[in-house]
């Protein structure tokens, strides 16, 4: 048996090269480098994938959160609730502004932000609440919304994780105020670089957003705000509307090898496999499992040749690069846990049936 790969990035590009090869050199002979028609075709696209009215191309998905945070008014002193376990982005682009990132902790089942605690933790300087859709799984919305319409707060969804999944039945792409997105290689809709996009059924919001994305501009050369240079580039564009008509499909892959994984897995007493709750449509970008001996199964796994990763090892709240928010250990137990606990199988629409068989055994082998 050879390896198992965590994700095959060459196997994508095989299936597509088809299509993204002309789509390259149909931009390098173009003339257009920056914005055009190739940005305007894919944001139109990817708003109507959305279901979103508007879609704004920007250089990552760390710039798509702190432009819509920076849109929003967001500033000095300002408080912006974000989930105690994740990527450290969130907080990166809320401290960016000088603002300040109250930490609340995830559901322990779900791993997104927990709706009670979210509550408990509204204060009068907060000003927006940031869900992420870890894993590819949809946070809980509505209740998020209600909180925020209680207390005149914005909803921002980090979607980086999750193009594609719908919670109740609609797509993840405006149920808030502005959903944030990422097109880094590895996601379920990845780009050849970095990329992102802000989508949002708010004019003004998005308007704002590209304003701010273009050095503040609207006119050339007439700079009314102080902004930066954030843009989605005519090549990852191009190459991104060519991926977008197959990221269902891609995705369906991706439902079938965790349908596989929950199905063969689920019986492990010294493992727990995804919680889905029934209103969620994940997309998978990960397929997260819990162990208490992690560490023990990880490595048992690589001598087996099955690659994994950890997402994450260190809790936002630990990174030295937060030292400054005082928070000691022990201060957000859930997160903690799940940092010693959780490990990502191999996971994408190019695994064979195979090398899915080969990780279910691994697995098994490994627990029993």
């Known amino acids: 048996m050879s390896d198992v790969p965590f994700l095959n990035l060459g196997a994508a590009h095989e299936e597509l090269k088809s299509r993204i090869e002309p789509a390259v050199e149909r931009v390098l002979r173009s003339g257009w480098y920056i914005g055009g028609p190739e940005v305007e075709r894919f944001e139109a696209d990817y708003a109507a994938f959305c279901e979103a009215g508007h879609c704004v191309g920007v250089g990552n998905g760390l710039d798509a959160l702190f432009l819509v945070l920076a849109a929003m008014g967001v500033g000095a002193g300002d408080e912006v609730i974000v989930a105690s376990n994740g990527f450290i982005a969130t907080l990166l682009a809320v401290s960016r502004l000088g603002a300040v990132p109250i930490l609340v902790e995830p559901d322990p089942h779900t791993h997104n932000l927990d709706p009670s605690k979210v509550a408990e933790a509204v204060t009068a300087r907060t000003k927006v609440i940031l869900p992420t859709h870890l894993y590819g799984q949809p946070a809980d919305l509505d209740p998020l919304l209600d909180i925020a319409r209680k207390h005149g707060l914005r909803l921002v969804e980090d979607a980086a994780q999750a193009h594609g999944a719908r919670y109740k039945g609609r797509r993840i792409g405006a149920h808030g105020d502005a959903v944030t997105w990422s ?186």
């Open 183 to 368: 097109f880094y290689p590895t996601k379920n809709l990845g780009a050849m670089g970095d990329g992102g996009a802000v989508t949002t059924n708010d004019p003004q919001l998005a308007a704002r957003v590209r304003q701010l994305g273009n050095y503040g501009s609207k006119e050339r050369y007439i700079n009314e705000v102080r902004g930066v240079n954030s843009r989605l580039d005519p090549l990852q564009a191009a190459i991104l509307a060519e991926k977008l008509p197959l990221l269902d499909e891609w995705n369906e892959r991706r439902r079938a090898v965790a349908s596989t994984y929950s199905s063969a897995l689920s019986d492990l007493p010294r493992l727990t496999v995804p919680a889905v709750p029934n209103w969620a449509e994940p997309v998978w970008h990960l397929y997260v499992v819990q162990s208490s001996d992690r560490d023990g199964l990880q490595q048992r796994l690589t001598d087996a040749g099955v690659q994994t990763h950890i997402h994450y090892p260190v809790p936002p709240h630990r990174q030295q690069a937060y030292a400054g928010l005082g928070y000691a250990v022990g201060s957000f137990r859930i997160a903690e846990r799940l940092a010693t606990e959780v490990l990502s199988l191999p996971m994408g629409p190019h695994l064979s049936e195979d090398q899915v068989t080969q990780v279910v055994g691994a697995v098994r082998a490994s627990l029993t």
